[in-house]
């Protein structure tokens, strides 16, 4: 019922409104757009500040290193290409009304290259994420996809709590939600190409962020300021996650990764994701597949106590303290993770389509065991043996389009979001 109520407006609109559009307001400049490439490996660059000379205007290049650019008025300007590391670009063009031209900044590094892969592959990495920091108009922090992969985090979260002011909140040892500036989970917003997830917490609105795989992601970015196009229930920040789209040319990736719980002695530890891509139609569509599994023995001991202060010690100024009470936790706990992402890109020239669907699910099996003890007054042992089954889904799907009509930018999308977490047995004894 949802997509055939969005699907209706989307054909008026594309039928009638964006040919009207198009013939009313006509061109008032000329548009020049393109892409900014490494010379040496052809590679896209991220973040590039692209500016017509004597001006405040300019733009940057996006996460598929395209740029577009409108040039008023007419008559002989330049235009320069900068990124950090590289040596400046500069393309003299004689501006005229309603033209649209297309020009590729081509940028020379500029450093002596080395013969070291990983070297080049972490110092590009890194341009591309300060590069983006530094034409942003927020305050922002930025990990790239590079960087991304370089680490053998487990999911999003372990990836973001690598961001200065961030921290992670852990649970059996592994990161599940990120505190931003010292506020809870809950102050945060979390959004997948601007998209909001809903709460997976069922008590607040904090998202798990271990559902999500960091091994299908382009990006990341931690956002500390609320600025006006932003809603204003992200007092903390809000962390936005940007999904991969299919390189040029047929690729496949392949991870297996294994674990050993010496705690619990179990090696059946496993993670495994495969990713597949590919572009069709002169490499205006792209196609890209991805599953992932992963099941982890998150047992765990745990010991705590409280304590009361009864005076000092003879002859000295410090604390007596008298225990209080006394907890012993052994709980045993298996995770099982699955997921599935599929991203369609196609784009023409000043029109660009995208979507993006994503789907994870946690089961949870845990038994807990704790002994307590209460000493203070009456001495008395407690007993609590607890056995659960939690279950999570994530579900996000997502339509996106981008038209630019030069005197104007347009960006709209229809998405559905759902998180649903379930406890089909739980029981509890306590003696």
Same mark, same amino acid.
């Given at each position: ?62 996460? /598929? ?6 040039? *008023? ?46 070297? !080049? ?42 961001? *200065? ?112 891509? /590919? ?32 005076? !000092? ?13 006394? /907890? ?12 599935? /992402? ?49 279950? !999570? ?29 379930? !406890? ?8």
């Amino acid at each position: 019922m949802t997509i055939k109520y969005l699907i209706r407006p989307l054909i008026i609109y594309l039928v009638f409104v964006l040919p009207f559009s198009i013939n009313l307001f006509g061109q008032s400049g000329t548009a020049v757009s393109g892409k900014v490439l490494d010379e040496s490996d052809n590679s896209n660059l991220i973040g590039a500040t692209v500016f017509i000379v004597g001006t405040s205007i300019g733009t940057s290049s996006d996460v /598929n290193g395209k740029y577009k650019l409108t040039i *008023p008025g007419e008559g002989k300007k330049a235009v320069v290409c900068r990124y950090l590391g590289y040596i400046n670009d500069t393309l003299y063009i004689t501006a005229e009304a309603g033209i649209n031209k297309h020009h590729d900044f081509i940028l020379k590094p500029d450093a002596i290259e080395g013969k070291e892969f990983l070297v !080049t592959a972490q110092l590009q990495g890194q341009q591309a994420a300060i590069n983006k920091q530094i034409s942003s108009n927020k305050i922002v922090n930025v990990v790239s996809k590079d960087k991304i992969q370089e680490q053998p985090d487990n999911n999003a979260a372990e990836s973001i709590g690598r961001l *200065p002011g961030v921290s992670v909140q852990r649970d059996g040892g592994e990161g599940t939600k990120v505190v931003i500036r010292g506020l809870e989970p809950k102050f945060n917003a979390i959004t997948i190409d601007g998209q909001k997830i809903p709460a997976t917490d069922a008590e607040n609105r904090s998202v798990d962020l271990s559902m999500i795989s960091s091994d299908i992601l382009a990006g990341m970015e931690v956002i500390k300021a609320i600025t006006p196009d932003q809603d204003g229930d992200a007092i903390g920040g809000t962390v936005n996650f940007e999904v991969k789209k299919a390189d040029e040319g047929f690729r496949s990736d392949v991870k297996i990764l294994g674990g050993y719980n010496r705690l619990n002695r179990d090696s059946k530890n496993l993670r495994a994701n495969l990713t597949v891509s /590919n572009r069709f139609l002169d490499n205006a569509l792209g196609v890209i597949a991805s599953g992932n599994f992963q099941r982890a023995n998150r047992g765990s001991d745990n010991l705590s106590a409280s304590y009361s202060k009864i005076g !000092t010690i003879s002859g000295t100024n410090l604390p007596n303290l008298k225990l209080g009470s006394a /907890n012993f936790v052994d709980k045993a706990e298996i995770r099982y993770r699955y997921g599935a /992402n599929l991203v369609l890109d196609y784009a023409i020239p000043n029109h660009e389509f995208a979507f993006n669907s994503l789907y994870s699910r946690t089961d949870r099996d845990e038994v807990r065991r704790r002994k307590g003890f209460s000493i203070t007054g009456s001495s008395i042992a407690r007993y609590v043996a607890r056995k659960s089954e939690i279950n !999570t889904d994530l579900l996000t799907a997502s339509l996106t389009g981008k038209h630019d009509f030069n005197f104007l930018r347009m960006r709209w999308q229809a998405a559905y979001l759902l998180t649903k977490q379930k !406890t089909p047995y739980a029981h509890e004894s306590e003696f």
